[in-house]
C-alpha cells in the first residue's frame, strides 16, 4: 500500500467511531498449539522427497535431473499443495501441454543442446492454482489469527525479565513494549505468535542481538549492546518475520504501499495520514474504498478480495486530512519505517523540507466529537470529589 490540502471531506465520524487518539494495545485472550513438523514434498517426476524446509533441494533437483524451471515460486501460497497438483496432472498429459520449452545453446551442434521446461502463471491453470491457494492460505492465516486472538490458554515468559505471563498473548506483548521498550507490534496485527517468540527467544539464547544479529561473547555484553544501541527491536527487512505479520498475507492480493506511494507522489506526512485512516477503517471493520461495513475482519477481507478494494484508494480529500495525523495505535512501528524517498541520495540533500499547514476548519468539530474529552470530564469530576 494533484492535490488539494485540506480538501473539503468527511472530517468527523459519529461520537462511537471517532478514534483522535491511540488505541492501547487490546488485551483480548489469544493462544496458538505447538507448530506441526514440516511434511514431506516429493518430486514431481520420481520417487524423490524433501522435507519442506529444504524447498530449494527439491527445485535443485527438478532442474538437473528433469530439466523443470518453475517460475517465482516464492509467491506460491502452500508449495507443497502446488507441487502435488502438478505431480497429478503431469501424470494425465505430457508436460509440453502445460510447459514452454526454453532451448539452450540452440546454436550449438545438437547434442549439445538442451530443452528446460518453464512452469509459470502466464498458464491460465497455473495462474488459477496460485490464486486458490492464496485465498486458502489467507483463510487459514485469518482463522488462526482469530484463534490466537480469543484463546486463553496462552502461557510464556517475558525474554527479558523471566516474568511469567498467562491467559492472553497481549498481556505479555504489552509488559515488553512497556517496561522494556521491545515492541514486535500490536498483537492483532501478529500470527503465530508462539513460534514468533520461540524465533526470538532462540536468538538471545544464542547471544545474538535481535536487530544487527550480531554475536557476543556474554549474555551482560549482549544486553549492553541493545540498550546503548538502541538495539531492543527487530529488523524490519529481515525476512524470516514476515510469517508472523498478517499483512504480508495480504501483499499478494494487491495492496502494495511503495507502489501506491510512488503512484500518488505521497509525502512523509501523507504517508502517515493514509497509513492512519487505512487502520482506522479496518478496525471499524469498514472498506476503505466503498465504505460497506461487516460484522467481522474476515468478511471485510473477502469482500475486499473479491472487489478487488484492496488495491484501490478513495478520493484523497477522504484520507487527507489533519485528523488522521493522530495513530490508531500506540507504537504502530509502521509509522517508524516511512520515508519520503528510498532513493538514498535523497536523503544526502541539505534542502529544507517545508511544513505546510493544514485547513483547521473543522478543529472545534474535531474537539468537541473526541472521547478524550470523556477522560478530561472523568478526571475533573473525580478531583471535584476531593
Known amino acids: 500500500m494533484a492535490e488539494s490540502r485540506g ?117 491460465p491453470e497455473d495462474r488459477l492454482l496460485r490464486e486458490q491457494l492464496q485465498q486458502k492460505r489467507l483463510r487459514e492465516i485469518l482463522e488462526q489469527q482469530q484463534q490466537e486472538r480469543y484463546d486463553t490458554s496462552f502461557h510464556s515468559m517475558c525474554m527479558f525479565c523471566d516474568q511469567e505471563f498467562t491467559g492472553n498473548r497481549s498481556v505479555l506483548l504489552n509488559h515488553m513494549a512497556r517496561e522494556h521498550a521491545f515492541n514486535i507490534g500490536l498483537p492483532d496485527n501478529i500470527v503465530n505468535c508462539y513460534e514468533f517468540l520461540a524465533v526470538l527467544q532462540r536468538k538471545l539464547d544464542n547471544l545474538q542481538c535481535l536487530y544487527c544479529e550480531k554475536v557476543f561473547r556474554d549474555k551482560n555484553t549482549l544486553k549492553d549492546h541493545m540498550r546503548k544501541k538502541q538495539h531492543r527491536k527487530i529488523n524490519a527487512k529481515n525476512k524470516e518475520y514476515d510469517k508472523f505479520y498478517i499483512i504480508n498475507y495480504l501483499k499478494s492480493h494487491g495492496f502494495h504501499f511503495p507502489k501506491i506511494k510512488s503512484e500518488h507522489g505521497l509525502n512523509f506526512y501523507q504517508q502517515v495520514k493514509l497509513v492512519n485512516f487505512i487502520r482506522r477503517e479496518i478496525h471499524h471493520c469498514r472498506c476503505y474504498n466503498c465504505q460497506e461495513k461487516f460484522e467481522s475482519k474476515g468478511g471485510l477481507i473477502s469482500h475486499m478480495e473479491e472487489t478487488k478494494h484492496i488495491a484501490f484508494l478513495p478520493a484523497r480529500s477522504t484520507w487527507d486530512q489533519p485528523q488522521y495525523y493522530f495513530p490508531t495505535y500506540e507504537n504502530d512501528t509502521l509509522l517508524c519505517t516511512l520515508s519520503d524517498s528510498e532513493d538514498a541520495k535523497a536523503e544526502d540533500q541539505s534542502e529544507e523540507v517545508p511544513v505546510l499547514s493544514e485547513d483547521i476548519s473543522s478543529l472545534k468539530a474535531l474537539k468537541q466529537s473526541s472521547v478524550l474529552n470523556q477522560l478530561l470530564w472523568k478526571e475533573n469530576k473525580d478531583q471535584k470529589k476531593f
Open 7 to 123: 480538501a473539503a471531506g468527511p472530517a468527523v465520524r459519529g461520537d462511537t467511531e471517532c478514534i483522535l487518539e491511540p488505541l492501547s494495545l487490546p488485551e483480548s485472550p489469544g493462544g496458538v498449539d505447538a507448530v506441526e513438523s514440516s511434511p514431506y514434498v516429493p518430486c514431481i517426476f520420481c520417487k524423490e522427497c524433501y522435507v519442506l524446509a529444504e524447498q530449494n533441494q527439491l527445485l535443485k533437483h527438478m532442474i538437473i535431473e528433469h530439466k523443470l524451471v518453475i517460475a517465482d515460486v516464492k509467491l506460491v501460497a502452500d508449495f507443497r499443495s502446488y507441487i502435488l497438483y502438478w505431480k497429478r496432472r503431469f501424470a494425465e498429459q505430457p508436460i509440453t501441454d502445460f510447459c514452454s520449452v526454453i532451448r539452450t545453446n540452440s546454436k550449438a551442434p545438437l547434442e549439445e543442446q538442451d530443452n528446460y521446461f518453464l512452469l509459470c502463471d502466464v498458464l
